[in-house]
């Protein structure tokens, strides 16, 4: 294991979560590498300050505020029409597939680069294409989210 890998894994070490890593492979790296060795240190330091400092609860009119602020009307927000939002998952489905279909032929060659700056390429414009689509899908379940909890705590 090198130092990168090291490094990535120190907090699941410290947190006991073997199973993402080959924990005897890191402890060999620590115990021969004085600089992971001195960053564990520091994050077993940072871990005991935090761990040491008082928890403190919520405020008590925290509930309240939440449910005056689900309770207000949103008023940016437009309703959404079930049947565009379905189009324009489709069309990103097709515009997805017509992407990927378009990049299949860059595999033939043996440039890694060219590849590489081919799917750059491609997914600048996957993301473009499919941008707003994903923002009104979110916006929508953002919306239903709220509805239903608002249903939920019965507020009016």
Request: net charge positive; proline share 4%.
């Amino acid at each position: 294991m090198n130092c990168q890998e090291t490094r990535e894994n120190l907090n699941a070490y410290l947190a006991s979560e073997h199973q993402l890593f080959d924990k005897a492979k890191l402890e060999k790296h620590l115990d021969n590498c004085p600089q992971c060795q001195g960053e564990l240190e520091q994050l077993q330091a940072l871990n005991n300050m935090l761990n040491s400092l008082p928890n403190q609860g919520a405020p008590a009119s925290l509930k309240t505020d939440i449910l005056a602020t689900l309770s207000k009307p949103n008023s940016k927000s437009s309703p959404i029409n079930k049947g565009k939002l379905v189009r324009d998952l489709l069309a990103a489905a097709a515009v997805s597939l017509a992407i990927f279909w378009s990049g299949l032929p860059l595999f033939n060659g043996t440039d890694v680069d060219k590849v590489n700056q081919s799917f750059n390429k491609l997914a600048a414009n996957y993301t473009q294409a499919t941008g707003s689509i994903v923002n009104k899908t979110v916006n929508w379940v953002d919306k239903t989210n709220n509805k239903i909890h608002i249903k939920e705590w019965k507020i009016k």
